[in-house]
């Protein structure tokens, strides 16, 4: 059900136009992003939806877009008075806390699409690797050596946690990703790399940490029109284009790109 169907009652017509078409939900917690025309109507807005989810425990409002290395939203509780969660996914659970730690559902057919990509007996790096939505999955289906990396030190807790409750093992690594070639003495059959927005220098650095042969699934964000010549710029780096896939919008006209990627 959308937020205007449950609103229609209880908002004027035009205050129905400024609600958000959608929300998301992790674990037991909403998160809608009610614009600050509805400032007066937030708690309204916030109690109708809990009488249609009555799994959902805490409701909180996105108040800006997600900014910083940690890519974390700022909160403002509205129902409740708990930011973590356990949310399940692709046979995993994950818990974490959504006000200090990134989560996003939209990545969940392509964390699946890379764990059944891994092929057993590999050395996996996920670079990025948050609370492991990406990692647990692979090393949950393949038989890997597997090793996340992330400068989010709440994240790299959540990881931990997140292979326990999964009962499964993990190097971590609570690192800048920008020193890897220092960090890593070995090289990385396979290389996970959800990069941040404008990021694609990392695409570069771990040349040297990847085995002959080895493979990068890389995420970059981009405009369908730049994608011709950064296609062409990908191949003059002497990178084999295996697969690419438009993730969906993460803006307006800006799209999350991957590109499964085999050095020549
Ligand atoms: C968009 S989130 C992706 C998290 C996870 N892979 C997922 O898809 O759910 C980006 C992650 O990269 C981490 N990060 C950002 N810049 C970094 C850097 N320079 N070195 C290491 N980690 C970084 C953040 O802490 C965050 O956990």
Not at 169 to 186: C, G, K, V
Not at 197 to 214: A, N, T
């Amino acid at each position: 059900m959308s937020l205007h169907s449950l609103l229609k009652d209880k908002l004027s017509s035009e205050k129905l136009l400024l609600l958000p078409k959608g929300f998301e939900v992790i674990g037991d917690i909403a998160i809608i992003s009610i614009p600050p025309p509805l400032e007066e109507d937030k708690y309204i807005i916030a109690q109708e939806f809990s009488t249609f989810r009555k799994d959902v425990k805490t409701i909180l409002r996105k108040l800006h877009k997600i900014e910083g290395s940690a890519r974390v939203a700022d909160f403002e509780i509205l129902i409740g008075n708990r930011t973590t969660t356990r949310h399940r996914e692709n046979g995993c659970i994950f818990e974490l806390d959504v006000t200090k730690t990134f989560y996003s559902g939209k990545m969940q057919y392509e964390r699946d699409r890379i764990a059944n990509n891994a092929k057993d007996g590999e050395n996996v790096l996920v670079m990025f690797a948050g609370v492991g939505t990406f990692l647990i999955p692979i090393k949950k289906n393949k038989n890997v050596t597997i090793t996340g990396l992330d400068n989010n030190l709440d994240a790299c807790r959540f990881l931990q946690k997140n292979l326990e409750l999964n009962h499964t093992m993990a190097n971590i690594i609570l690192a800048d990703a920008r020193q890897i070639n220092s960090i890593f003495e070995t090289t990385f059959d396979r290389i996970v790399m959800p990069a941040p927005y404008g990021q694609d220098i990392f695409l570069d650095i771990v040349r040297s940490i990847l085995s002959p042969g080895g493979y990068v699934h890389f995420y970059t964000f981009k405009k369908d029109f730049e994608i011709p010549h950064f296609k062409h710029l990908l191949e003059e780096k002497g990178w084999n284009i295996d697969f690419f896939r438009d993730c969906g919008n993460v803006a307006p006209r800006v799209k999350r790109y991957v590109f499964d990627l085999k050095s020549k």
